[in-house]
């Protein structure tokens, strides 16, 4: 892996040259090489004995707060103990020489700490607390944490002693109206979209990829694997993201 494929350098280029806009729709894959689990991968962490699919949602929240928080405390732990990727960095650096739009479907914090700046976090972010009942923002200092903890009694609200959430979408929860307002206008706008380290399996953001087509964008994605969205992209690069993103700028 030591170059672009040419008929992807050959829109990138193209894109430049008609000084067209790249909307680049970030998921899970993204952080994996910086040490972060994805949702979908095989991998045997901690997450395994984990299923997000039943923890990210109210209902569970609901039934027992301490352990949905002590997922979310382990989650927001290994993401301070991360560092931003090869990826990461390629991406903030691309934005300092085209027309780019970041939108992603991941809550942590790397893009920013690679220097990108982040117009969209459609599922929300791990840090952005709030109250669960009276939804005021919580900016008060984090709980100190004990690493692999399983449960971990949430904070309380400063104002109503409501429980303290994430700030991340649950399913079933409605995405941030203004994320995903600003997420529909870089797709509908690009010229380019590059889908970087998603399955493509989760609604509505899965569904960008196929809203940039039909307003006239090339779709490429870049993941080492064959995802549902493949079929719906121009063009594949079976690449991971800080193998692939690097070569774009260099
Ligand atoms: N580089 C690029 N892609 C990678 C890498 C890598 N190093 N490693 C894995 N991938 C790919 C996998 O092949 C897979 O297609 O990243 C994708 C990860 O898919 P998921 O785990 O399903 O993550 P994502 O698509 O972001 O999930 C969407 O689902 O659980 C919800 O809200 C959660 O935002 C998340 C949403």
Redesign the pocket.
Known sequence: MDAVPAAIDDVLRRTIDGGGHVCVL?????S??SGI?????THDSLWSRFD??RL?TVEAWREDPALVWGWYRWRMHLVREAEP?A?HRALAELAQRLSLSLVT???DDLHERAGSIVDAH??GSLFALRCFACERLHDGALDDYVDDAQRVEPMRCMACGGHIRPG??W?GEALPHDAWATAVDAATRCALMLV???????YP??GLPALARRHGATVVE??????ALSAEADHVWR??????LPLLVR
Request: proline share 9%.
């Open positions: 970030t998921g899970a894959g993204m994996a090489e689990p994805t949702f979908r991968g997000p699919m990210a990727n990826g479907q991941n809550v459609v599922h991340v979408v399913f970087v380290g998603t399955s493509g399996l989760v953001a899965a870049i993941n080492p694997e064959p995802t690449a991971t993201a800080a193998q692939a």
